[in-house]
């Protein structure tokens, strides 16, 4: 199982760039690396997906160094409403079977 | 797209009371998962389908827990002679594989509380 740790907290402000890191040493190579945001009392929700290198989409940029064994989420100018738990999670993504291991998750507080 | 529903959003039951959470995945999403989340925790796997078919079960998981999916639509997580550690949050994901590379989508989750 592709375990993942990442910071328990951050905290930013309105406006500013959020980068949230997560490690993932024992990554197989059919791995794929999916983070979710979650709001309280809510399912999480997909965020963006990669294997490597960058994905960019309207809300999220991913960056996967090439030894894949961490990635970076990037939340760009952040506001009130990104305030969520966000969680990586690494898993087989060509259609074997694998166990889902979500860990504890990022809780992002961002300030006025 | 109307996406993924749980039904009920609350259960409040007794212990020692059966309880059944049911969830409706995105439709011809061919996986389904079911999972339990407890507070300041990430959901915590209990077990997934494939079509009609239980592919993986968590060890950790009692065998007061037991899941279905008759017909590879919807699914069903009955939980047997409920205790107070089993309340917490059940979320539901369906994803298509192929061809996502399993992009999970979640239910807003069955809030179980046992007294």
């Known amino acids: 199982l592709a375990k993942t740790t990442q910071p328990i907290s951050m905290d930013s402000y309105e406006g500013q760039e959020v980068n949230i890191t997560c490690s993932h040493n024992?990554?197989?190579?059919?791995?794929?690396i999916t983070w979710y945001q979650q709001f309280p009392s809510q399912g999480p929700r997909f965020i963006i997906q990669?294997?490597?290198t960058k994905v960019t989409n309207e809300v999220a940029s991913l960056f996967i160094p090439a030894d894949r064994k961490s990635s970076t989420l990037s939340l760009p100018r952040v506001s009130l409403s990104d305030t969520a738990v966000y969680y990586c999670?690494?898993?087989?993504?060509?259609?074997?079977?694998?166990?889902?291991?979500f860990g504890r998750g990022t809780s992002l507080i961002v300030h006025p | 797209d109307t996406g993924v529903s749980q039904d009920p959003r609350h259960k409040i039951t007794k212990r020692g009371q059966n309880v059944t959470f049911r969830c409706d995945p995105i439709s011809e999403h061919n996986r389904l998962y079911w999972y339990r989340q407890t507070l300041g925790q990430g959901p915590e796997f209990l077990t997934y389908?494939?079509?009609?078919?239980?592919?993986?079960k968590s060890r950790l998981l009692s065998d007061r827990f037991s899941a279905e999916r008759p017909k590879g639509s919807f699914s069903t997580l009955e939980i047997q002679r409920t205790e107070q550690g089993d309340s917490a949050m059940y979320l539901c994901?369906?994803?298509?594989?192929?061809?996502?590379?399993?992009?999970?989508?979640f239910g807003p989750g069955t809030r179980l509380t046992v007294l």
């Open positions: 990669g294997y490597k």
């Open positions: 994901a369906s994803s298509l594989v192929p061809p996502s590379s399993d992009t999970q989508y």
């Open positions: 024992n990554i197989a190579t059919n791995d794929y």
């Open positions: 999670l690494v898993g087989d993504g060509s259609g074997g079977s694998y166990i889902p291991t």
């Open positions: 389908f494939q079509n009609e078919a239980q592919l993986e």
